[in-house]
């Protein structure tokens, strides 16, 4: 079984930053690409940004030049550095990694819990 746990969500005032943490556990092969998403009320989950194993990194518009996404592969934990946060940014952020395991040629798709992150004065 796969575990990812994320952490690193909160309140800040606009202009404020944050930095969320998605740690990855278990039994598995390797991990591909890992991405972060989010979902504020009333609306449909939304890409924010991913990551592929090798590095290469894709970003939703509304968060091009604000937000970095990273990771680290030896420690299976994929990270979202926030600066200058809008309301509009307020939303449960949810990780998500696709895993390989040994013997299976697919990826399989896994999400964290979520982390609240709230902007507001």
Do not use: H
């Not at 944050?18 to 989950?45: D, E």
């Amino acid at each position: 079984q796969v575990q990812l746990v994320e952490s690193g969500g909160g309140s800040v005032q606009p202009g404020g930053s944050l930095r969320l943490t998605c740690a990855a556990s278990g039994t598995f092969f390797s991990i591909n690409a890992m991405g972060w998403y989010r979902q504020a009320p009333g609306m449909q989950r939304e890409l924010v940004a991913t990551i592929t194993d090798g590095g290469i990194t894709k970003y939703t518009d509304s968060v091009k030049g604000r937000f970095t996404i990273s990771r680290d592969n030896a420690k299976n934990t994929v990270y979202l550095q926030m600066t200058s946060l809008k309301p509009e940014d307020t939303a449960v952020y949810y990780c998500k990694a696709q895993v390989v395991f040994e013997g299976y040629r697919s990826q399989f798709q896994y999400w964290g819990q979520g982390t609240l992150v709230t902007v507001s004065e």
